[in-house]
Each structure stands twice: as C-alpha cells, then as structure tokens.
C-alpha cells in the first residue's frame, strides 16, 4: 500500500499530461490538488504504519518502508511542493505549462519513491528518475538550446554518481544475494568499502558537492519554480537524505566521517565564498545550496544525521521561498542580475517574506533555521573544536551572501517601476515564510524533547562559547554582506573575481581535463573505426575483386570464341568434383554449392 | 503450430506473386498475413508451461527429412527463444504496418518481408541446426532485397558490404557446423541430442576450432568489435522499417545463436574462452558508445548504439557461461542477456522507424541540419524521447530491467569488467542526450518550418511499441518467467 504515496503522483502526472488542461487555474488547481491528496496519503501511511512489497523474479524484490526519518522527508515533498506548484502555474509561460505541471508531479512521484525505498533497486530507480525529471525541468523552455545543453549537463554529471548506487547495488547483490537496505550491514571487508564509496558518490554528485557542484549552476537555466522545488526538498535534497538515511550503515566505515566531512566543509567554504560573489541571484543562491547540504554532509559525517534532516527541512523551507522571491524580482527586471533589482519599496509584502527567508539562511535567532544551524555547529564541536569553528565561518560567510541577496533585490533601492505580484505568488511566498517563522519553534525545549523523543536520540546541548561565536560571526557576516551589497553592488560581474565567482574556475578545469578529452577521444575512436578496422575490410574486399578479375580475365579468355566452352568446362568440373565424393562429404559439398549458386543469383539479380 | 508460424507469412510471400492489388491493399493484407505469427506465438506464450519440472524445449514438431544425415523439420521452443521470436514477430508487424516508400512495387516489397519474417522467425524457432542454418542464411537474402531495392544513397554497395560480410560469418558458421556435426555418431543436426550429447566435450584443438568458427560467425552478425564495420552503411542506406527488423531482430540472431549454439552444445570449451568474450563485450560496449558519440549523422549514431547494447549481451552471456560463478548470479546475467535482446528489439527497433520518418520528410540524416523540431512535431518529440532515454537505460523503461541484471549478475563473475563496462551507460546517457537536443531543441531552422508530425499510422505502431517498453520497464514479470525457465536449465550445468 505505501507504494501508493509514491505512484500516485506520478499516475496523476500522467493523466495530466494526456488532459487537454491548459489553462492557469485548472492547472493550479489540479497539480494541489494531487500534491494535497499525496500529503494526506502520507500522513495516514506514517499513521497506520503501511509497508510495500514487490517483486519482478525471484532475486529482484523491492520494499519500501517509511522510518522516523524517512517519514520527516516524506512530509516534507508534498508541503513544499504545494507552494512551488501554485507559483509556477502562475508565475511561469503559458507554454508548455501543462508539461511543467506534470513533470513536477512526475519529480514529486519520484522523489517519494527513492525516500520510502527500503532496497537499493527501488532507490536507484527513483534516483534515476529524479534526475530524468531534472533534465527536462531544466530544459523545458525547448526553444533554447542553451537550456538543453545546460540539462544535459547536469543529467550526465549526475549520472556519473549515479554509477555509484549501481556499484553499490552490484557489491551487495554479489555477497548476500538481495538489495535489502537490511542486508547492507552485514557486508565486511573491501565490499564494504565499496559499497560506502559508492554511496557516498552518488549523495555526492546529488547533492552539488564539490566537485560536482557546477551542475547546479547549469541547473539555473530551469524555471524559477523548478529550481525552487530541485533545491529544496527533490534532487539535491536526495544525495543528503541518503546518507541521512544510510548513516548507521556508512558510520560503520571508519573514514567514513572524515570523507563526509571533508567533502562537505569544503563545498561550504567555497561555495559560500562563490556565492557571495555571484551577482546573479539565481546562482547566488545555487551556490548556497551547495554550501548548506555541505553542512549537512558535515553534520552526518560528524555522527549526527538527525541534525542534518532537520536542517535540511528548514532549508528547504527558507530556500524554496528564497527562490520563489527571486523569480518575483527577476520578471520585474527582466534579468536575474543582482544590481537590476531592488524592489522593496514596489513590493513590500514579497520583501518581507524574502527577509524572513533571508534571516533564515543567515542564521537569525530566533528562526529555526537558527537553531539547526547553531546544532550543526555543535556537532562539529563533538568531532573536533576546529571544525566548529569552520562551521562557523561558513555560518558568516552565509549570513554574508542572505543579506547582499536581500539588499540588493529587495533593499530600498530607487527603483520605482510599476512592480506587481500576482496573489498566488504572494500566498506561496506568504505561506512559505509563514513556515519558515513557524519553526521558531524548534528553539522550545518541549519541542526539541519532543524531536529527540521521535529519533530516539537526545540532541546535544551547545556549549556557551559556541553559541556567542557563531553569533558573532553571523553578525560581521551580516555587516560584510550589507557593505558589499551598498558598497560594491556589481562585485563578481567582472574581471577575475568573475571568474571565481563561477565555482572558483572549477567547470573551467572540468571542461578541459574530462569533457573534451572525452569528445576529442571520440572523435579519435570514430577515425579509428572508419579508417583502420573498416579500411582493413574494405582492403580484403578489393583484395577479393582484385583476385576475382585476375581470375575472370583468364576465364574471359577462355570462354572468348568458345561459347559452349564454358559449358563444357562447367561440365568438366562437375565431373572433376564428383570423383572427389566419398560419403558424407558429397552432402557438405552439395549444401556449399547451393549456398554458392544462392549468392550467384543474388548478385545477378540485385545488380 | 510452430511450422504454421513459419509457413504462413511464407506462403503468404508466395501468393504476393499471383496477386495484383493496389499499394494499400498489399500493406493491410502483408499486415494481416506477418499478424499470424505473432497470433500463434502468443498463444504458445500462454500454453507454455515454466512449471520447475516442465521440458526444455515445448511445442516440439519433428519430422524426419533427410534421414540419412539425421536432418528433420524440427520445431520447438525454450524460454529464450519464445521472448525472442514473439519480439521479432511483433516487429515485424510494426516494420510492415510503417507506412513506406515502396516505389511502385509495393507487391514485391511486402512479399519480402514477409518472406523475411518467415526465415527470421526459423531461425529462432527451429531444433535443427542444417535449417537453423539455412533459416540463417536465407535471412540475408531477404534484407538484401530490402536494402539494395528500396534502400536510399549507394544502397546497393551497402547491400553487398552487408550480404558479403555476413555471408563470410556465415561460412565460418557452417563450417563449424559440419565441425560440430561430424563428431556425432550416428548423424544427427537434432540440437536437442547436440546439446544433450556435447560431442566435442574432450577435443581441445578441434573444439577450440569450431567454437572460433560459430564465435567469428555470430560476432559478425551480432556485431561484436571489430567485426562491427558492415552494420552502419546497411543501416544507413536502408530503409527505416529494414533497418528496424535489421537491428531489431536479425543482430539476434547472432546472440541467440551463442546461446543456442555454442554456449550449449559446446559448454565446456564456451566457458573456458568466456573470459576472452566478456573482454570483447566490454570492448564492444565502450566502442560502441564513443563512436556513436563522435557521429553527425542520425542513423549511424543509432546503430553504434547497437554495437554498445550488443555488447551488454555478450557480457550477459559470458559472464552466464563462466565456471565457478554463483548461479543465481549467472542466471541472472543471462536472463538480463535475453530481456536486452527483446529490449533493444523494442526500443532500437522504434528509434530506427523514428529514422525513417526523418528520412521521409526531408531526405536528411545530418543532426547538425535540425533543431526545434519540438514545435513543429510534438508527437514525433515524445517518442524519440522516451525510446531515447529507454536506451540510455532510464529505470521504468525496459532497457533498465535488462541492464541492471546484466551488470549485477556479471559483477559477481568479473567484477572489474561489469565495473567498466558501467561506464557505458554514461557515455549513452551524453550521447542521446545530445542528440535529443540537436534534434528538437533551440530554434527551429527556416526550411523545416514545414515538417510534418507522426501521421496516425505511425503514432498507433510506435505507440504499441512505447507502451511494451514502459510495462516491461514497471512490471516485466510475464517476460521474465519463461526466460528465467530456460536460464535456470541454462545456468544449472556447471
């Protein structure tokens, strides 16, 4: 029965694709309406506890359960993607907004399925299918080809992780013989090395981790509703939520946890660095996302996953409404670019609802995107006191980026064009913020027994130095980000910072060590086969008529002037032969002849 | 049941001659006629029994011909060979169904194919090798017609790369054949006595030679690396449904001929030289895919593709056939072999109708001369689309059952090579990725603004095509079960 909460949106995607729906409201109505029943069936699958089983053969069983940390995420899909639907069915082009419509239910769907997955074959399938979901997300404005090259991008880049869940997948089926998710811990040995690294590939590449992360800047070619969705709570989310989900069988690995940690700091100092720098605000708050799911990384690596999931829930709160907002601004400005904007005074409500989001991505007390952070900071204090501190660092360097974001687009500047919003856009944004405020009460100490009741692990108390440290640092954070915001408003549009401002130059080096190496070696293997493999058949070929004229002259010769001759010569050949005919070998022969008049007659008739 | 499914669509061939009827009526009556195979094979479908206990091969028929040399009509299915021949049936009905360019002799084009479809399905239906050979051999006769008369461009001298390159393979089979033959006392071509007896258990160097003989043979037709280089001029020249029934179902015939052959009459010499073969397979899979990358033109980069996906099937089937394997895994290799066949079949067999329907419309293979076609022809999108990423192995589709269990089940046996051999279903992902966005993506150029989407015949086969591509990708049980029948005997020897 589970498997419904998962194949529901994905049959109603169907459905609404083949429905000649195509107006806004029908559109809107319809996409909530689906995610709303989905939400509901999750609600009372976690309540009556339904399980899934099925089955292709014998060794290809698939299961889908829903534990306390799943059931968090899968609560989650549906409540931001509500919001995000009814945005895009008003926000985004009339064209093609049935297919955008559906294929955000389909991504939905998907999404579902790889959350509830219990076996590593129901994840991959869901995984993959996220990521077929992205690339047509991506490229759905089809008249850019810009936009699909940007899909493609992100879908191989994405793949490439995705080759890690197929290892992973291949290592356990060889050593137990399922792909139960329970099998994975009785793994030792090399296969579980493999089986670790494996995973922690795909979460990475996923996730937009370094050094995959530059396909999220691709991603940014997407609508803004799909980029809002792809960051928040689908996707990216899903390289995090699998090591969420996994971390009692990775944590077995030793270097587990330095490798998650590792990969995580350094995809949040460099992407907070990248996205301070980013004048435009979409990739601006691309590169956040990196940095954030690099924090939880870090988190889970540190030992504590239910930190990170909880994190990951107020970040998909605040970072969908973040985007929706810059969607919003950038439709008034025609452009994404940081310093076309500025429209607090035209719209007041959005810029309030931005800055609640803001304040959440900077770290703001009493927000409880706050107190996450503030716990992913004590986290790393457990595994070691420099790591705290770097969590730190890049807590400022993202308070930092919120307040250029929020300055700049929604800041009091002088522009004063005619700017509107429409009401849905307002009610998504609006709600959104709304959530955002609402887990401020994660800072209540009932609610957070409450929440370490439901993961049956308490969360850790942060000392004192820590707290007044990250504060400090998200208040100069805060300072540095409104000096660049006023100060240096185009800061990262030129020049060499403009360059590090794409992920430090990364997709640069990406592109000339992997992709055209890759494209130039095809090339290479294409002469290759035309050349020398084919050429040594077309030699044997010429080699062939060369021998065959040779051989036709003489016989010409003969035959010239002596029309029966050929007959006769025909004739005395057949009786040459059948001396030859001993027993069985006079059938082997007669068959050979046949095949040889066969091919005669084919290539006289086919002339 | 099984000769009728042979018999008729050949009779059929046989009364096109003496019927005079306008173009229309050919198609609907070859359609009709090319519909009864797959009718009965359906039917052996349903009646097939893959209870544990059940016989190997089923709906046997064996009628002596020849006797003297143990040569008889002999009839019968296994697992394998029934997913394998019901696919090809069906694509038949699909390639025969396409509305296409038949120049004025639609008699003698429709009579071709259905003459081809008899032969094909012989091949896959037979229990006598000296007919298996001959099916073989007369299938080639049939493509060429196809090919050299109604195909585009230098037809012709594809049609004779293709008739004489194959033919040589075919050679190598029939001397092998007569290798193999030869060691049985008293005579017999019965494959069922051929597999029970295996006659050359014993006799390396001889062994060694015939194995070398069916393995160049079969690898020219299925194609392996480097035997590969005929497959993309005949797809290129020939016309969208030939080169559909070409990929779909004659480069089967040389993987199921391994495993009929070979891998079952010659188990202990196949699986010594299994490793050797996973080698080409994974050789077969990376060269394929970057070649198919580094192609301009529409059809050649589809049939590299083949290459590639041919190449999972020989991994499949060496990895099945090595010693000291985990059966389970080595089943499940094999299973994934034969449901690759029947997916690729499917989904190759549309992108290459999809081929055709380009080629109808503007004369034109070149990427690099389209793009937006999106606007234009949203239906003609979807579909190339979806067989695109069935090919890339998307899960859902069925190139993904098939993959998954190759890749699985070969990693138990070589890990290293299925690990490489991964690599290729990113190289595809690229690839097709890049030729959806060539295709339909950007602007649309000038001189296409008139090209004209999928006509409804069209959108009706490919459509049957897609829907069996998404249920074997969802719920692949019904095909699974009979060819897990005929693994499970397959995998159980070692």
Redesign the interface.
């Known amino acids: 029965m589970l498997w419904l909460v998962a194949l529901f949106p994905l049959f109603a995607a169907v459905i609404v694709h083949a429905s000649p729906m195509q107006r806004r409201p029908a559109l809107g109505a319809t996409g909530c309406g689906v995610l709303l029943v989905t939400l509901l069936l999750t609600v009372f699958a976690g309540l009556e506890g339904w399980v899934g089983r099925f ?6 069983q698939f299961e889908v359960v829903l534990t306390s940390r799943s059931v968090v995420m899968a609560l989650l899909v549906p409540v931001i993607a509500l919001p995000v639907l009814a945005y895009a069915a008003a926000h985004e082009r009339l064209q093609g907004l049935n297919r955008l419509v559906s294929l955000l239910l389909l991504f939905v769907g998907a999404m579902l399925l790889l959350v509830i997955a219990a076996d590593l ?1 129901t994840l ?3 995984w ?2 996220v990521g ?1 979901c992205s ?1 047509a997300l991506i ?1 759905h404005e ?4 810009s ?3 940007s ?2 991008y992100a ?2 880049m994405t ?2 992780g995705d ?1 890690g869940l ?2 992973a ?3 356990v ?2 050593d137990t ?1 399922t792909f139960a998710f329970a099998a994975l811990e009785t793994l030792g040995g090399p296969q579980q090395t493999i089986l670790v690294a494996g995973i922690v590939l795909s979460a990475a590449a996923k996730s937009g981790q370094l050094p995959f992360a530059p396909w999220l800047f691709r991603a940014m070619d997407g609508p803004t509703s799909v980029s809002a969705l792809l960051h928040s709570a689908t996707m990216v989310a899903a390289g995090a939520y699998l090591l969420i989900r996994l971390e009692p069988i990775l944590a077995q690995m030793p270097w587990f946890g330095p490798a998650s940690i590792g990969i995580g700091l350094a995809t949040a100092l460099a992407g907070g660095l990248t996205a301070l720098l980013q004048p435009h605000a979409k990739k601006l708050l691309a590169a956040s996302t990196s940095a954030h799911y690099g924090l939880m990384f870090v988190a889970v690596g540190a030992g504590y996953p239910e930190i990170a999931l909880l994190h990951l829930v107020a970040h998909a709160v605040f970072k969908a409404l973040l985007f929706l907002s810059a969607g919003i601004a950038g439709r008034q400005a025609v452009s994404f670019s940081l310093t076309e904007m500025g429209f607090g005074r035209v719209l007041p409500i959005t810029a309030v609802a931005t800055a609640v989001g803001a304040l959440a991505l900077a770290g703001i007390p009493p927000l409880g995107a706050a107190w996450t952070k503030e716990m992913m900071v004590t986290a790393a204090g457990h595994f070691s006191p420099w790591l705290a501190f770097a969590v730190m660092l890049a807590g400022a360097l993202s308070a930092a980026y919120a307040m250029r974001f929020v300055y700049s687009a929604y800041g009091p500047s002088a522009n004063d064009s005619s700017a509107t919003s429409r009401t849905t856009e307002t009610i998504a944004t609006g709600s959104l913020a709304a959530t955002s405020l609402a887990l401020a009460l994660l800072w209540l100490p009932g609610i957070q027994q409450a929440l370490g009741g439901w993961f049956a692990t308490p969360f850790p108390a942060p000392p004192a130095w820590e707290t007044i440290g990250s504060l400090l640092a998200v208040g100069v954070g805060l300072y540095a980000g409104l000096l660049i915001a006023r100060l240096h408003p185009a800061l990262g549009a030129s020049g060499a910072l403009a360059s590090c401002a794409d992920w430090l130059g990364l997709p640069f080096a990406i592109d000339r060590l992997i992709g055209r190496p ?2 130039a ?3 290479r ?2 002469g290759f ?1 035309d050349a020398i ?2 050429g040594a ?1 077309r030699r044997i ?1 010429a080699g062939g008529l060369f021998t065959a004229r040779v051989a036709y002259r003489g016989l010409d010769r003969l035959a010239d002037g002596l029309p029966e001759g050929a007959n006769r010569w025909f004739a005395l050949s057949g009786d040459d032969s059948r001396r030859f005919q001993t027993g ?1 070998s006079h ?2 022969l007669a ?2 002849a046949a ?1 040889a008049v ?2 005669a007659i ?2 006289f008739v ?2 | 049941m099984l000769t009728a499914t042979i018999l008729i669509p050949l009779l059929g061939a046989l009364a096109f001659s003496f019927l005079r009827l306008n173009e229309p009526a050919y198609r609907w009556l070859a359609c009709g006629v090319g519909s009864a195979p797959l009718l009965l094979l359906a039917a052996v479908w349903l009646g097939f029994d893959t209870s544990t206990d059940a016989p190997a091969f089923q709906y046997v028929v064996d009628y002596p011909w020849i006797p003297a040399l143990g040569i008889g009509w002999r009839m019968g299915v296994d697992g394998i060979a029934l997913v394998v021949a019901t696919m090809s049936a069906l694509l038949f009905v699909a390639a025969i169904a396409w509305p296409a360019e038949t120049r004025g002799r639609a008699r003698e084009y429709y009579a071709w194919f259905l003459f081809l479809e008899a032969v094909s399905l012989g091949v896959f239906l037979t229990l006598d090798l000296a007919l298996f050979y001959v099916f073989f051999d007369l299938s080639l006769v049939g493509l060429f017609f196809l090919i050299g008369r109604w195909g585009h461009g230098d037809a012709e001298r594809a049609a004779i790369k293709f008739f004489v390159y194959t033919f040589a393979g075919s050679l190598a089979i029939l001397l092998a054949i007569i290798g193999l033959v030869l060691a049985t006392d008293p005579l017999t071509f019965d494959m069922r006595t051929l597999i029970a007896e295996q006659a050359l258990a014993g006799m390396d160097l001889r062994a060694t030679l015939v194995l070398v003989g069916f393995v160049v043979g079969f690898g020219i037709k299925t194609p392996f690396v480097p035997l590969h280089t005929w497959l993309p001029p005949a797809h290129v020249n020939a016309p969208g449904p030939a080169s559909a029934v070409l990929a779909g179902v004659l480069l089967k015939m040389g993987a199921y001929g391994l495993i009929r052959i070979p891998y079952s009459m010659l188990s202990e010499t196949f699986a010594r030289y299994a490793f050797a073969l996973a080698v080409l397979a994974v050789i077969s899979i990376l060269w394929g895919a970057l070649v198919s990358m580094a192609q301009r033109d529409l059809k050649r980069r589809i049939a590299y593709t083949s290459v590639n996906h041919m190449g999972y099937v020989l991994l499949g089937i060496a990895a099945a056939a090595t010693i000291g394997g985990e059966q389970a895994a080595r089943q499940m290799a094999l299973t994934g072999a034969t449901v690759e066949m029947v997916a690729h079949g499917l989904i190759t067999g549309a992108l290459f109708l999809i081929c055709g329907a380009f080629w109808q419309r503007t004369g034109d293979y070149d990427l690099e001369q389209y793009g937006g076609l999106s606007q234009v022809a949203p239906n003609l999108t979807r579909f190339t689309v979806l067989a695109s990423f069935a090919s890339l192995g998307l899960p859902g589709l069925a190139g993904f059952v098939a993959e998954l269990q190759i890749f699985v089940g070969a990693f138990s046996v070589y890990p290293w090579l299925a690990a490489i051999a991964l690599l290729g279903i990113l190289i595809t992902a690229a690839l097709f990725l890049q030729m959806l966005q060539q295709l339909f993506f950007g602007e649309l150029p000038a001189d296409r603004k008139s090209f004209g989407d999928l006509a409804r015949v069209e959108i009706g086969v490919l459509a049957i095509l897609a829907l069996l591509i998404v249920v074997i990708g969802i719920y692949p049980n019904w095909l699974l079960t009979p060819i897990s029948s005929a693994t499970a005997l397959l995998t159980a020897g070692f």
């Open positions: 089955a292709w053969s014998t060794p290809l074959i991959l399938i869901g993959e299918l077929a690339w490229g089809r008249q850019r080809v936009h699909a090259a899909a493609r879908f191989v793949r490439f080759l197929f290892v997948a291949m290592v089926f060889r013989g890759i494209h070696l095809a090339q293997c294409a086969d493999i084919d058949v070929g069985l059938h082997y068959f050979m095949g066969v091919l084919i290539l086919g002339r």
